[in-house]
């Protein structure tokens, strides 16, 4: 089994400001995909972003930005101009090519302060 | 499209007893998936379904049963349900291939006296 770690378990960011959430994982493969989470209070998990470990570009999507470290086996995720909205617990994700089967971390807690 | 939807919401079950949890997706998505979410070990997989017909034990399989009763519709069953099995379950589905996005269900809140 893959082993996803998130190593911090709450943040807390200024709105307008930046915050880095980092990810590290364990795998033997050299071909996987790797996926940011969104969880809100809601409970509703949305995906964030995803990146292809084939790919060398990082992955952005307007605000969030990835910086992925292949050899490192770190995949952190930037959050730009916070909003109070991006309030929620963010989760990485972990899929090896050919696989069906997502393993995830632990989680992070992100508070965006007013 | 509803998306992914689960029922029940909520449930509180007393030790021993059995349920049903119900999932349906209207995306034509072949992939479907049960979890499970506890304070601060995020989402374990419990089982899934790679395609209509096929199931699979996922990370934490022992003390539930599923169904992939056709292409939308795959249920999780607690057969003699445990303290340990307080948790919030979500079912999830994606299309097929390894970079698909997998979409989640709102999620139901299980408490077992």
């Known amino acids: 089994a893959q082993t996803v770690t998130q190593s911090q378990p709450e943040m807390s960011v200024q709105e307008a400001e930046t915050v880095t959430l980092s990810c590290t994982y364990d795998t033997s493969e050299s071909n996987y995909y790797l996926f940011w989470y969104k969880q809100p209070p809601s409970r509703q998990m949305i995906l964030v972003i995803r990146q292809e470990a084939y790919k060398q570009q990082n992955a952005t999507e307007n605000r969030f930005s990835v910086n992925f470290q292949k050899a490192a086996k770190s995949f952190s995720l930037k959050i730009s101009d916070s909003q109070l909205g991006d309030t929620a617990m963010y989760f990485c994700?972990?899929?090896?090519?050919?696989?069906?089967?997502?393993?995830f971390g632990a989680g992070t807690t992100v508070t965006v302060r007013a | 499209n509803a998306g992914v939807t689960q029922t029940p919401k909520f449930q509180v079950l007393k030790t021993g007893q059995s349920m049903t949890l119900q999932c349906a997706q209207d995306?034509?998505?072949?992939?479907m998936y049960w979890y499970r979410q506890d304070p601060g070990m995020g989402l374990r997989l419990i089982y899934y379904?790679?395609?209509?017909?096929?199931?699979d034990k996922g990370e934490v399989p022992n003390g539930y049963n599923v169904s992939r009763l056709n292409k939308r519709e795959f249920s999780l069953r607690l057969e003699s349900a445990a303290p340990s099995q307080t948790s919030v379950y979500f079912c999830?589905?994606?299309?097929?291939?390894?970079?698909?996005?997998?979409?989640f269900g709102p999620g139901t809140r299980l408490t077992v006296l």
């Open positions: 379904s790679a395609s209509e017909g096929t199931t």
């Open positions: 999830a589905s994606k299309l097929g291939g390894p970079r698909d996005e997998q979409f």
């Open positions: 995306m034509n998505h072949n992939s």
């Open positions: 994700a972990f899929m090896k090519h050919g696989d069906y089967k997502l393993s």
